[in-house]
């Protein structure tokens, strides 16, 4: 499993992914799942996966190869279409293109088995920093005011928190926090899904990279965290008025 | 979908339940998914369904007519078992045998369908009050001291907050509480757990039914609780340490 946050803010965008794959919860292995693309002040593209890894792997490698200035077979490249729409729609048809392959001629089951679902976010020069969510079919949606965020892998355990607290207007600290309240409450439930964490935040408009940070076992904020959580969470209960049982 | 919370305390158990079920999310229905049998004195039996309604439904109607004092076909009763853990052992028992009947040869993907998994608590006279957890095949876990609540159904959304905030020390009015709010997490995910929802408190040695409620749109504390948790939340997320970006 996996699990994968993309926030869009007034401000800019947050993504944070676990490194856990499994194959059976005796076979399980750190694989980063946050990849970037970047022409510094043109554009910035962070791409995030859940799903087979084959697949994932598979649709990356292929995005960098078709990227490289030395690839001349003509298809489209990610550092050169020129919107995050473009950019969302080669990335989908890449996935596509991956699953189809992967697939062959076993039919819908293998197709099943061989799915991924994307999150992936940025800003192209001359549009505005873009946030969606592709699917293995290869088509997407795109985040919007009333659903700022995405999530994909192991989701449900880690969706109150951003539901509840989480709006578009927060700094990006304050929205970085709920998403490791977010993370811990998944990675507390769901052995498949571990530690480290891979965090980037893009700043709108700056088209480059900006803070990227591995959030490891024994990261001394993350730990405060976790252990803060259950307190403040018991103190939130404590806030709510009081449950009557001997009222009508 | 359904969701249901077993809660064992030091002083009693708490039960509660949706009662939503639905064929599709254009056929939706309210069906009570908690039952009970009482002997005042002697014991008291709560039992919270998921699953197949046609098997749970199966399940309830055999309970209770192998309880009626008319029958005399040698089934053992669930009024008449000498333990909580006979009690656990029956209900089972009937569980498989409804799924099994159900089934006929159609084999394990029929199984799965008609499948269905209970909670069951109570106590009778002579032991203490303890909390199941039954499983299509019949078999079943039971609560610790560790692990002292079940969930079944739809268990994701609400189970953070019950690992946070529960401890099998607390007053009934705040398990309650807590119950509620993994409630209201999961009714604000998932369109196929609904309202009302039906509360029952047992308390140890009573052996007899303790308050039942049931708590319906607009229920103005379950209404003031959910408003106030948005809140409470942001407040508990602002009470622990700022993130900081810009440290190494």
């Avoid at 510094?40 to 087979?52: F, H, P, Q, S, Y």
Wanted: with cysteine; charged share 20%.
């Amino acid at each position: 499993m996996t699990y994968c946050v993309g926030l869009k803010l007034k401000h800019g965008l947050v993504f944070m992914s676990d490194t856990r794959t499994n194959a059976g919860v005796d076979n399980i292995s750190v694989f980063r799942k946050m990849f970037h693309w970047e022409a510094t002040g043109e554009r910035c593209i962070t791409l995030m996966t859940a799903g087979n890894l084959a697949t994932t792997q598979a649709v990356v490698s292929l995005l960098n190869e078709r990227a490289l200035p030395a690839e001349e077979r003509g298809s489209p490249s990610i550092l050169q279409v020129p919107s995050m729409y473009q950019v969302a729609k080669l990335v989908g048809e890449t996935l596509q293109e991956v699953i189809r392959d992967q697939t062959g001629d076993a039919g819908p089951n293998a197709e099943s088995a061989f799915s991924a679902t994307l999150i992936l976010g940025g800003q192209v020069k001359g549009g505005e920093s873009r946030l969606f969510m592709i699917y293995p079919e290869g088509n997407f949606v795109e985040a919007s005011e009333e659903t700022p965020f995405f999530q994909i892998g192991e989701t449900k355990y880690g969706k109150p928190i951003i539901v509840r607290a989480f709006s578009t207007d927060m700094t990006f600290e304050d929205a970085i926090k709920i998403t490791m309240l977010s993370f811990d409450s998944t990675l507390k439930a769901n052995l498949s899904v571990g530690l480290p964490l891979d965090l980037h935040v893009y700043k709108n408009d700056s088209l480059r990279l900006g803070t990227q940070r591995r959030i490891d076992q024994g990261d001394s904020y993350f730990e405060a965290l976790s252990l803060g959580w259950g307190e403040a969470l018991k103190n939130a209960v404590q806030d709510l008025p009081p449950y009557r049982l001997d009222d009508t």
